[in-house]
Nanobody, 124 residues
Framework: QVQLVESGGGLVQAGGSLRLSCAASGRTFSAYKMGWFRQAPGKERELVATINRSGGTTYYSNSVKGRFTISRDNAKNTVYLQMNSLNTEDTAVYYC?????????????????WGQGTQVTVSS
């Protein structure tokens, strides 16, 4: 069992930046691939970024590539999402999730553990 707690969300103006954190507890954090997802009102949950167990391989959706950076610190059991050049379309609840999949984990169904989410609101 892995418990995940996100923090760092809030209200920011377009063009601004936020850094989300996700603290993990429970089983060995480094055993899991980690992902950030988001869900806007009336829309399906979508993948934002993923990172492998060591942190050496990352994946980004086209909508955030070049603006967001995912990273992890296995010593601190924490995964981060640095979000720059935010725009109103980034407004959503952001979730971190943990996957034990041996394959590239780019779909929500591959993630077994989820945080409660943190709201990010970008104003124009």
């Amino acid at each position: 069992q892995v418990q995940l707690v996100e923090s760092g969300g809030g209200l920011v103006q377009a063009g601004g930046s936020l850094r989300l954190s996700c603290a993990a507890s429970g089983r060995t954090f480094s055993a899991y691939k980690m992902g950030w997802f988001r869900q806007a009102p009336g829309k399906e949950r979508e993948l934002v970024a993923t990172i492998n167990r060591s942190g050496g391989t990352t994946y980004y959706s086209n909508s955030v590539k070049g603006r967001f950076t995912i990273s992890r610190d296995n010593a601190k059991n924490t995964v981060y999402l640095q979000m720059n050049s935010l725009n109103t379309e980034d407004t959503a609840v952001y979730y971190c999730a943990a996957s034990s999949s041996l394959l590239t984990a780019t779909t929500a169904t591959q993630y077994s553990y989820w945080g409660q989410g943190t709201q990010v609101t970008v104003s124009s």
